[in-house]
């Protein structure tokens, strides 16, 4: 978050500090300051101050046209690892349907070590089928995902295995007849509904209707990064107290 904010110029710093005098005698010109350094500010609190900052630059109905450069919703976010060479890497996906019923998929690549403990990051899960994508996305995260980066592919196609990565890694043919078991599915840790998200945005895009016939229709992909989430415990699900008793090979 620091970086979103050296970046648009948002204060994120304490704005003084307290500065205590005592025994100040004019007679006799003595005395001493006590001078306290500022609080370091709360992570919900940087956060507020950017989402202020940023205002209506974050889209929430998508029914703005690409690119967006920050988004924002409240909804169900799925949680699982991001099979790739990279370890401790893990990969938010977010469904959206804008007001003009645009059909939205946000895939929101991150680090590990940033998810609250009470989401299960560190539990062993399920393995199963792993995208051979996963290199060319890794590099086009890497650089940004820009067009300039891409040597097979173009922004819709390289989009769209990104969005596979987010919501069919790991599916095995039992878990794609389980859609009211997502723990079922592989590298998954937790899902979390009713969850406020807010993202940097690298890659935002439409897809050609006459170009892809996808299993789960999708009209617009966005690839980024995740600001934070703020998730109620109690909407919370930790997957691994599904699958206790379940016959799964796993992925440690």
């Known amino acids: 978050m620091r970086s979103i904010a050296d970046d648009d110029g948002i204060n994120i710093d304490p704005r003084w500090k307290t500065k205590i005098s005592l025994f100040k005698i004019p007679v006799v010109q003595t005395g001493f300051d ?10 919900r609190e940087i956060a507020s101050r950017i989402e202020r900052a940023i205002g209506d630059l974050a889209v929430e109905d998508f029914v703005t046209p690409p690119p967006v450069r920050y988004a924002k919703g409240i909804g169900r976010i799925e949680f699982s690892h991001f099979v790739n060479e990279e370890q401790k890497r893990v990969v938010l996906g977010v469904r959206s349907i804008a007001s003009d019923g645009t059909r939205v998929a946000v895939c929101l690549f991150g680090s590990r070590d940033n998810v609250a403990g009470f989401m299960g990051p560190l539990d062993p899960v399920a393995s199963g089928w792993s995208s051979s994508a996963m290199w060319s996305v890794s590099e086009w995260l890497a650089a940004g995902c820009g067009e300039s980066s891409l040597l097979h592919d173009d922004q819709q196609s390289i989009s769209v295995e990104a969005m596979k990565i987010a919501f069919e890694q790991g599916f095995t043919q039992e878990s794609r007849n389980a859609s009211d078991r997502p723990w079922t599915r592989g590298y998954t840790f937790a899902d979390a509904t009713d969850s406020e998200w807010f ?29 934070w989430v703020r998730t109620p415990r109690a909407a919370a699900r930790r997957y691994r107290d599904f699958r206790r008793g379940m016959n799964v090979r796993r992925y440690e």
Request: charged residues 40%; negative net charge; aromatic residues 6%.
């Open 199 to 227: 993202a940097e945005i690298y890659s935002d895009v439409v897809l050609d209707k006459d170009r892809w016939s996808l299993d789960e229709p999708v009209d617009r992909i966005l690839v980024g990064a995740p600001l």
């Open 34 to 43: 006590l001078e306290r350094e500022p609080r370091t500010l709360h992570r």
